[in-house]
């Protein structure tokens, strides 16, 4: 089992910035870690996602180049470094586990109860 506790979400004016974590415990070992995001009367959709290692990472369109995904095993925690925040950007952002790396929210076993992030025009 893994649980996981997001924090760091926010209001914030557009162009600014904010940094996401994730806090995992239980056995959180060797999982790939991805961020979602889901915004009122949206799916939630895909943001990006790290390998357990961290050599690898990958970022839907929308965000990259402007966001960051970044982890240290040592705390066990996932970061979502966001920059250039756009109003779009605003929706409940979650962190998920999964033994692969993937874009796929189906294939995720574990989840965070989300942080609300907006971000104003």
């Known amino acids: 089992q893994v649980q996981l506790v997001e924090s760091g979400g926010g209001l914030v004016q557009a162009g600014g910035s904010l940094r996401l974590s994730c806090v995992a415990s239980g056995r959180p070992v060797g999982y790939a870690m991805g961020w979602f995001r889901q915004a009122p009367g949206k799916e939630r959709e895909f943001v990006a996602v790290?390998?357990?290692?961290?050599?690898?990472?990958y970022y839907a369109g929308t965000v990259k180049g402007r966001f960051a995904i970044s982890r240290d095993n040592a705390k066990n925690t996932v970061y979502l470094q966001m920059s250039s925040l756009k109003p779009e950007d605003t929706a409940v952002y979650y962190c998920?586990?999964?033994?692969?790396?993937?874009?796929?929210?189906?294939?995720?076993?574990?989840w965070g109860q989300g942080t609300q992030v907006t971000v104003s025009s």
């Open positions: 998920a586990a999964d033994r692969y790396i993937s874009t796929t929210e189906a294939e995720y076993d574990y």
């Open positions: 790290i390998t357990w290692r961290g050599d690898s990472t």
